[in-house]
């Protein structure tokens, strides 16, 4: 398993040749990788959680089903866009380039950028300020999550979080493109890499497009 991913990352040239060689062999781990991404991503996703539970009345429930509601969506979330993501694979090249194994290799640089977040969110900890969320002032407490929600973005933790994220996904294009280049040649590859591509940029752009006018 450390062998496959350590090729996959480093170098994915070799380890495709290998892995369509012996496709069933390193299919059959694919879910494994997809399992630690989980679980790595929704540990870090603590990390920017955590500090929202001190901002909630004293007593309130609210601050940790927010947080685990965070860290749950997470770990299922990583599920999901995998299933998408060899959905896309399977459907603009083939069966034959083996689109869920390669959907799961592709997130494998998570594993590094993952626990280098969760490093930096144990060492570099949000503080926020005491601003109170007082749940029955609905006017008062979108307010009070927008402020949170800005500082938390221009945090230490924050920043590295979307510039991370900005790498991961150019990592992982560049290991779908070579894995369906592999076996279905560069024009598959570049369609799958370019709806990936673009169904990252949607992801990432629809906090801002879901965003209130105005807000």
């Known amino acids: 398993m450390l062998d496959a991913i350590f090729l996959v990352l480093f ?20 879910l494994f990788i997809v399992l630690i991404v989980a679980i790595l991503s929704a540990i ?22 927010s947080m685990l509601t965070t860290v749950i969506s997470t770990l299922v979330m990583v599920f999901v866009f995998w299933l998408i993501n060899g959905l896309i694979i399977r459907m603009a090249a083939s069966k034959d380039v083996k689109p869920w194994a390669i959907a799961a290799y592709s997130i494998s640089p998570q594993i590094l950028l993952g626990t280098a977040l969760i490093v930096i969110g144990a060492l570099f900890p949000m503080n926020l300020p005491n601003i109170r969320l007082d749940i029955q002032d609905p006017l008062a407490f979108q307010e009070g999550m927008q402020r949170i929600s800005n500082l938390m973005q221009t945090s230490f933790y ?46 990432m752009l629809l906090p801002i497009l879901l965003k209130p006018v105005g807000g």
């Open 11 to 30: 170098k994915p040239l070799k380890f495709f040749k290998q892995f369509f060689e012996d496709d069933n062999k390193y299919a059959s781990r694919a």
């Open 44 to 65: 870090s996703s603590y990390f920017g959680a955590a500090p929202m539970t001190e901002l909630f009345p004293k007593g309130s429930p609210m601050g940790l089903i």
């Open 158 to 203: 924050g920043q590295s979080s979307r510039y991370l994220s900005y790498l991961g996904i150019a990592w992982s294009l560049l290991i779908s493109f070579l894995g369906v280049r592999e076996r279905a040649g560069n024009s598959k590859a570049i369609t799958v890499t370019l709806i990936l591509a673009a169904l990252s940029a949607l992801f």
